[in-house]
């Protein structure tokens, strides 16, 4: 029998406007070697293969924080998946660096007494991409953030395109100029559209040659929370 307590949601999805089932929930050990394989698809050579995800990563993700272990399936197929753990974040030094927050992805440094819910991870199958799972994996977590009265979601957007403008542009300008419209990141205007808002800029947080290694501080914060 199901665990009772896992998240599950069911909705429709839209495929060249036909709706479609889709399911959101708690992902399990017996859905290991399948959210291995999205990480092939998502990030193939020449990525390096030590950076997928391995098994003990996810089995720290469901031992530690299983709410914030999320996979969705379309008509029974799995498409995508999301990890996010709880930490205390203090906007008055925001400065950090995606392994040093998600603990390399094993966040072990999960705390149950934080405010904040850090996403670790979001990926969708390619052939999946264009129905929008993305959104509803974030809307899923914006749940979880709800439910454990958290006081926001907070998570790293690479600046995808500011290698393009990096010659005549800080990282800071070219999120402005996203705000603004002026320029199109793809993961950053995502992030927008699903309701983040950012909160400036983390210099050397990842290793991303696209990105400069920078990226913005994304949140959504809990509604029934006083700011």
Known sequence: MPNPNLYRKSLYVMNEGQPVPATVRSYTEADFDELIQIQTECFPPPYPSELWWNREQLAS???????????????????GSMTGLIVQFDPAHPDHSWEQITDSGYIRNH?????????????????????????????SMYDVVVHHRLTRLLGGGRLSGYHHVAERLTPEQYLEAVIRGELNDPVISFMLRVGRTPIGVARNYLDDAESGNNAALMEWRNPFIPI
Not at 62 to 79: P, S, T
Not at 114 to 137: A, E, H, N, S
């Open 111 to 139: 705390n149950p007494s934080g405010d904040t819910l850090y996403v670790v991870d979001l990926c969708v199958r390619p052939q999946f991409r264009k129905l929008r799972l993305g959104q509803w994996l974030m809307f």
């Open 61 to 79: 993700h469901i031992e530690r924080f299983q709410d914030g272990a999320l996979c969705i399936e379309v008509d029974g197929r799995m498409a």
